[in-house]
């Protein structure tokens, strides 16, 4: 399976070393659309290859958006503050994603992690693109069954990206 990672900041990189470490025999394509991002994406690529090769994976870093069977997209600007209207996120969020897919595979899953994944799904409908929201895979793990180590890390200070990438990349392979 040929898998793109669209956006190789925290959760990108912490996405695509759980696709290396889990899994093996697919193709893990890297790609950063924001310039100022790139030396980071070579530098992820680099610090990956290694894994990639001792797992049977192997990785590219791409230019352009790929070809590929899935789509991880979690290009896209931070919520600047707590008073930035979630609706002028969407629209700046809905057209770095709507870039970002120019010229992906039509067929092929694409999954959200930009925010608000939901309403950004809903707007890609719009350009036929069908995608599914990560956010909702992550959501048992914020809950109350979840085990108190995973509420602790989503609830408290220190949270990291890598519980996150763990869940969606489960959730990933197990709809394919």
């Not at 696709?19 to 790609?31: E, G, P, R, Y």
């Not at 001792?54 to 958006?65: F, H, R, S, V």
């Not at 790929?66 to 969020?93: F, H």
């Amino acid at each position: 399976m040929k898998i793109a990672v669209i956006g190789i900041g925290k959760l990108g990189g912490a996405l695509a070393y759980t696709l290396l470490v889990n899994h093996s025999n697919n193709t893990i394509v890297l790609f950063e659309p924001h310039g100022e991002n790139k030396v980071r994406a070579n530098g992820e690529f680099w610090d990956l290859l290694p894994v990639a090769n001792a797992t049977g994976n192997k990785l590219l870093l791409a230019p352009t958006t790929p070809k590929a069977d899935v789509y991880i997209v979690t290009s896209g600007k931070s919520r600047t503050n707590v008073k930035q209207k979630k609706e002028e996120l969407l629209g700046l969020n809905l057209g770095i994603v709507c870039d970002c897919l120019r010229g992906a595979s039509e067929k092929a899953m694409v999954y959200i992690a930009t925010n608000p994944p939901k309403e950004i799904c809903k707007g890609l409908e719009r350009f036929g693109i069908k995608a599914k929201p990560l956010r909702a895979c992550t959501d048992s793990l914020r809950g109350r069954d979840a085990p108190r180590t995973n509420r602790r890390a989503f609830v408290g200070k220190g949270f990291t990206q890598w519980t996150p990438a763990f869940a969606m990349v489960k959730e990933i392979m197990e709809g394919e």
